[in-house]
């Protein structure tokens, strides 16, 4: 497996700039999601890496070397699409040995058979291993489709959204998989892997590294805890966490931080390093309703998930969501009080850029 | 606003039979989700109930009179599709305000109401506007303006939120269910998202392979599923469901050290439903499982994810199961550490293998 590396990719198309400067190193074994939005710019980037689309300025390289002269075949690089491109007439077996059997490879058929068999053990497809692909279910497709990039061992796994066409419990389960092969491999052959998602929660709990991507620039690298704890600007504290991070403008006034057409104010020590006006961001779960609260407002609607209850808490004009464990239950108009957690603020100035608090 | 009442309504496309006799009063006033995954009956219900497809036997009541054979247009009923069905060609207030032009209401009347609905919705500042010109969840209120300016009997709302983006999806989620907070209105909603139907009904109906699996709050169908579907289907991830054997009050999981003492109220319905002992299938919410260093139950770490604010664990309890555990966040096990954990005694419910259904509990004197 090789490391990756873009430097100041750009690519134009006639009116779009669908990538600006992008520049990220993947290391060895890494995986690495690319997250945004429709549009962003991911795909282009896969492409790029892959050879399918030519950048007009910038490079890229494998194990510090550049392939931008390199054809896609010449790259040695495993893509893994949303839709599964699998022979239909051919069994499973034949569909993972196809990339091996290649004349430039030239491998004797029981080595084949030996890499074949531990591919698909490793995804937990030994059972369907006669079947036509035809037959399959579409998360066996997408096993079947992922094994086949597994086998040939390339320098780096390349997946677009191989997940969206799955339905959700499916998704939820390969998921799973999906970060169990990593581990696997990271043991074994080694794979660094570059993921393509839209979906944040891919992101979060299968990256390493997630570099968030808006209108083909880069506007955040980190571990899924830098992105989710520290997100850099306000729009990727809006992309990811489920319910959304409530952002509200608010003003220093006393020693403290007003939040906007409501009655909340929030102690603020003067030398704290805020500017006056701040788009204040609290995470849903960092509202806890408690008796003892220091706030108060009134329920407007809860909504109770399973495992938790969204509750909207409106105070004067402003409502604020609030993630509670449990189900709980609240009526419209019911005073409650509740506590933010101060130490979990995240304060954006009015251009979005995440501000420093001292 | 009226009740709906189902009795024995059956729908059948040739062989295909695609909603069994399923019985279901509606309460005037009331907000139920039909819920399943695709093909389970739901819309087809749906559409039985707003007149667009006949029903094959069976009697559909509307506020208590019959409509079965009526056109859907004597039925008086609101219809809200996933795609928005607008007209392009006219503006967003010709749009609303279509249903009372056709029914030939006076001037004053349509202004009036076309005023309320878009106060409500809050796009009183959108009515000139076409509805090419407008974004989707803005074209999705012009509907559901539509569809309220009427004031029909009831709603019927097949996935509106289904073609929009996850973000937007929560946002209007919210907002229907503030809308039938201030209305009241009657209202059956389809989908196939469970979180839609947790957070918005006041009752849900899961349906799945033309079968009515369950009707009940969603504190019944979280806590208390009917059986194996519903537990699986509820929850994300849904429940754990980890096949054991019985026998005398202990729970244990074949080929592992996992025994497991059944807790207090359980033991007797075990015994008498599977009669003494045998399979049986243990479950539990990922949530209500803790790690801790001398539970009962064990096995290894399979995957562990980040989800935002907390974490789910993963861990093969045998070759064949794999429970979630919600933890916080703190808590990272590498791949392949032996964890144990215990079950909080409330959390845990049973089913029976050979029929699916839960296991119910003693009531305690």
Redesign the interface.
């Known amino acids: 497996m090789s490391n990756l590396q873009l430097q100041n990719v750009t690519k134009e198309y006639p009116g779009v700039t669908a990538l600006k400067k992008v520049t990220f190193d993947v290391q060895d074994g890494e995986f690495f999601v690319l997250l945004g939005p429709t549009g962003a710019g991911k795909t282009t980037t896969l492409r790029v890496v892959a050879g399918l689309t030519k950048q007009d300025e910038g490079s890229v390289l494998f194990d510090n070397e550049s392939v931008d002269e390199f054809p896609p075949a010449e790259r040695d690089v495993a893509l893994v699409f949303q839709q599964y491109s699998l022979y239909p007439t051919m069994s499973v077996y034949d569909n993972l040995a196809f990339p091996l059997r290649s004349p430039m490879r030239d491998l004797p058929e029981d080595e084949i058979r030996t890499k074949v068999e531990d591919v698909a053990k490793t995804l937990r497809i030994e059972h369907l291993v006669e079947r036509k692909t035809a037959h399959l279910s579409g998360g066996e497709m997408q096993r079947v489709s992922i094994g086949r990039a597994i086998v040939r061992d390339p320098r780096i796994f390349l997946m677009d959204e191989p997940l969206s066409n799955l339905d959700f419990k499916l998704r939820e389960a390969l998921r799973v998989e999906l970060q169990h092969l990593q581990q696997h491999l990271q043991k074994t052959q080694g794979s660094t892997t570059l993921f393509v998602t839209h979906d944040q929660i891919e992101a979060l709990t299968m990256a390493d590294r997630i570099a968030v991507l808006n209108r083909g620039r880069i506007i955040q690298i980190g571990t899924p805890e830098d992105i989710y704890d520290r997100p850099a600007t306000t729009f990727v504290a809006q992309l990811v966490g489920t319910p959304r991070i409530n952002l509200m403008k608010s003003q220093r006034e006393d020693g403290t931080l007003r939040i906007e057409k409501s009655d909340l104010h929030l102690p603020m020590p003067p030398d704290c390093g805020v500017p006056e006006q701040v788009q204040l961001g609290i995470r849903p779960e960092d509202i806890n309703i408690d008796p003892e609260g220091q706030f108060s407002g009134q329920v407007a609607i809860t909504e109770p998930l399973g495992v938790e209850t969204v509750v909207h808490i409106r105070s004067k004009e402003q409502t604020l969501i609030s993630l509670i464990p449990g189900l709980v239950d609240y009526r419209k108009g019911d005073e409650v009080k509740f506590n933010i957690q101060s130490d979990r603020l995240h304060c954006f100035d009015l251009d979005g850029i995440r501000v420093q608090m001292e | 606003m009226a009740t709906i009442e189902l009795q024995q309504v059956e729908k059948k496309f040739g062989e295909l039979h695609a909603v069994k006799p399923m019985d279901l009063t509606i309460q005037d006033g009331e907000f139920v989700v039909l819920l399943g995954?695709s093909g389970c009956g739901k819309t087809t219900t749906l559409r039985m109930i707003s007149g667009l497809e006949t029903v094959t036997s069976g009697t559909i009541l509307l506020g208590g009179r019959n409509v079965t054979w009526l056109h859907p247009s004597e039925r008086d009923v609101a219809f809200v599709f996933q795609f928005y069905a607008l007209y392009p060609h006219i503006s967003a207030r010709d749009n609303i305000s279509f249903p009372l032009r056709a029914q030939r209401e006076s001037k004053e009347v349509i202004d009036q109401r076309v005023k309320e609905v878009a106060a409500l919705l809050r796009i009183e500042h959108l009515l000139n506007q076409r509805p090419g010109n407008l974004s989707g969840g803005d074209q999705q209120r012009v509907a559901l303006a539509r569809a309220l300016v009427r004031r029909p009997e009831a709603f019927l709302m097949d996935e509106p939120l289904g073609a929009l983006d996850?973000?937007f999806r929560?946002s209007m989620?919210?907002e229907i269910?503030?809308l039938h907070?201030d209305q009241h209105a009657t209202t059956v909603y389809v989908t196939h998202?469970q979180?839609e139907a947790?957070?918005?009904g006041d009752r849900i109906v899961v349906m799945s392979e033309a079968v009515v699996q369950q009707t009940g709050t969603?504190?019944e169908v979280?806590?208390d599923p009917a059986n194996l579907f519903v537990a699986?289907?509820?929850?994300?991830?849904?429940m754990n469901l980890v096949s054991a054997v019985y026998s005398e009050g202990v729970v244990n999981v074949p080929g592992t050290e996992n025994r497991y003492s059944v807790p207090d109220g359980w033991a007797s319905p075990i015994g008498e439903t599977i009669g003494g002992e045998g399979r049986i299938v243990l479950g539990f919410?990922?949530?209500a499982a803790r790690v801790k260093t001398d539970g009962p139950l064990s096995g290894e770490v399979?995957?562990s994810?980040?989800?935002?604010?907390y974490s789910?664990m993963?861990v093969n309890v045998n070759t064949d199961d794999?429970v979630h555990i919600?933890t916080d966040?703190q808590i990272d096990y590498p791949?392949g550490t032996q964890v144990n954990f215990d079950i909080d005694p409330q959390m845990v419910r049973f089913f029976n293998p050979a029929d699916e259904a839960a296991i119910q509990k003693e009531v305690s004197q």
């Open positions: 995954p996850a973000d929560e989620r919210a269910k503030q907070i998202d979180i947790m957070a918005m969603p504190h979280y806590y699986r289907f509820i929850g994300s991830p849904g919410r990922p949530e399979y995957a994810e980040l989800q935002g604010a789910v993963h794999i919600r966040r791949i």
